[in-house]
């Protein structure tokens, strides 16, 4: 695949091809080049395990155990270490090895970090940036919850999950210099099945800024995550019936750019919100609220949602209860 301004390669023109995983041990590299107070806590973060998902790999031989530690396995240990680094003028990164175990470091993390900078004026930021893995639901329902919305309503944090290697990079980037904590999600199925040319060289994402990533006129499709690549396929096979939809991808979910979703379904006048999170209390719920508040005299059927079954993550996939497409086609073909 060349570029058409360039003619040259992805790799020619300075954007190898990355896995999601080697686009954040690109991020974190660069970034600990630049800011020798980035620090990074973990459960085997370091070398030769490089992490479990191996986000980090390298980085400890590069930069040496004093700034990239392989901790206890504590996740209580490794946030609230992470916010006494924040404290005292460092950018730590402390890496929760599956969403499920960060309800061990929620006091931490939401009661801590998230309210520092509030209750003290600004004049005490505590701007960690935790990473965390979701998407393992072979190992059963105590390693693949989808525990997003829980972060969503507690100001103070930013809620991040990307689609895509290069979004990985440009978010985390951001988040290592934001002046809030920060919650990166990666989802263990995205990790290393999606390849794309990304940005060798820093590369920054805004958060709050979502991607339209297919436009069309009769309904819009707001994602993020696994979901995209979902909803892509389920506007082509739409497409084959006549149906064009806009297809959104979040990015961020704090802040929320609610500005392009309105302005989106304020054309279409049709919505479905998609997530691998349970329907239940879900991040959809929010979206389909605010729409339903805002545009209801102009909507043409209510914006819905589409979402996992409200159970414990099963350990058969066959059972998960997550959007599909045929799912999500006929969810759509239901606002007709």
Request: charged share 15%; with cysteine; aromatic share 6%.
């Amino acid at each position: 695949m060349t570029d058409p301004k360039s003619n040259a390669t992805p790799e020619e023109s300075g954007n190898p091809t990355m896995t999601m995983a080697a686009a954040l041990n690109s991020a974190f590299h660069l970034a600990m080049e630049r800011n020798d107070r980035i620090v990074v806590l973990g459960e085997d973060v370091a070398d030769p395990i490089g992490g479990v998902f191996k986000t980090s790999k390298g980085l400890s031989t590069k930069f040496g155990e004093q700034r990239v530690r392989a901790t206890p396995i504590s996740e209580q240990a490794i946030a609230g270490a992470a916010v006494g680094l924040a404290l005292g003028g460092y950018r730590p990164v402390a890496e929760i090895m599956f969403f499920d175990f960060i309800t061990l470091a929620m006091d931490q993390i939401l009661n801590h970090a998230a309210k520092f900078r509030y209750m003290t004026g600004g004049t005490t930021p505590a701007p960690i940036t935790v990473t965390t893995t979701i998407g393992s639901s072979h190992f059963g329902a105590q390693h693949a919850q989808s525990l997003e919305a829980w972060f969503m309503h507690t100001p103070g944090i930013n809620v991040l999950y990307p689609a895509t290697p290069s979004d990985a990079k440009g978010l985390i980037a951001t988040a290592l210099e934001a002046p809030d904590p920060s919650l990166l999600i990666q989802h263990s199925g995205l990790l290393y099945s999606v390849k794309e040319p990304v940005p060798a060289g820093v590369h920054k994402i805004p958060f709050g800024v979502a991607n339209t990533v297919r436009s069309g006129g009769d309904v819009t499709l707001i994602t993020y995550g696994t979901q995209l690549g979902v909803c892509l396929q389920a506007a082509q096979t739409l497409a084959e019936s006549g149906v064009e939809a806009d297809v959104i991808d979040l990015r961020t979910l704090v802040p929320l750019d609610f500005a392009t979703i309105e302005a989106s379904v304020e054309r279409t006048r049709r919505a479905l919100v998609v997530h691998e999170a349970t329907e239940f209390a879900g991040p959809g719920a929010e979206i389909a609220a605010r729409l339903n508040e805002k545009l209801f005299a102009e909507l043409l059927a209510p914006v819905t949602r589409l979402g996992a079954a409200f159970t414990p993550v099963p350990f058969s996939k066959s059972l998960s209860g997550y959007p599909t497409v045929d799912k999500v086609v006929a969810k759509v073909r239901g606002l007709f």
